[in-house]
């Protein structure tokens, strides 16, 4: 999987994710410990702040974020894009169940050629999808593309850990060997939870992404790690001179 690029990644990942679809939300809450919720909702709150409009979710998977972001009332739409359909069609599903359906639409895209204008949504918003992508940059780029002037882009997800204490080493054992483990049990998919690893091994750390960031000409970025260090939420916000762009 490490050798994997470009096209040939992006079918590898949408065939696993398609794969694990039906176990994917029972597993990030064993996986999380249930946490991932309230990282949703912390991101949620810091992609809308007091705005008003359009919401954009990148690789929005069984939908989670694009629901988040649906229940703000400054929100009048969320458009919630994956590349997975099975994942797509769980989202689908989970809408109706909270009955949202109304205010999200589940859109089948890429996430580095979005199918938007520039400059339309409030904001944009990836949680647990960058580190997916075959060009992280690239998508990025897409993102802070089609968020309007003074809206946001956020950014939530697992990253590879820093620092050398017993709670540090702990995680990434945690990370490297029992989430696999648990992922196969669970799923019946080794070779999808084997991936996840090796996606975060390879992925930015926060110094890096946040650099990303600022070089896509972002402004006001910062970053809060959680999860034990596992997890970084970052936010970025467009300059209002784009407009003038």
Known sequence: MARLRGQEKARYVAAMFDRISRRYDLLNTVMSGGRHHSWRRRAADLAIQDGQGEA??????????????????????V???????????????????????????????????????????????????????????????????VVRPGGRVVILDIVPFQGRGVLHRLSRLYLRKVIPRLGALLSGDR???????????????????????????????????????????????????????
């Open 191 to 245: 070779e999808g939870y084997a991936y996840l690893p090796e996606s975060v091994d390879s992925y930015l750390n926060p110094q890096e992404l946040s650099q990303m960031m600022e070089g896509l000409g972002l402004q006001r970025v910062k970053h809060q790690v959680m999860g034990s260090g596992m997890v970084a939420l970052h936010v970025g916000e467009k300059p209002a001179e784009a407009a003038q762009s």
């Open 79 to 145: 458009i919630g894009l994956d590349f997975a359909p099975q994942m797509l069609s769980l989202a689908r599903q989970k809408a109706a169940r909270h009955g949202l359906s109304q205010r999200v639409h589940w859109a089948l895209g890429d996430a580095h050629a979005l199918p938007f204008p520039d400059g339309r949504f409030l904001c944009v918003t990836s949680g647990f999808g960058l580190r997916n992508f075959s060009e992280a940059e690239a998508a990025l780029g897409e993102m802070a593309r």
């Open 56 to 77: 954009l979710d990148v690789a929005t998977g069984t939908g989670d974020f694009a629901l988040e972001l649906a229940r703000r009332p400054g929100v009048t739409r």
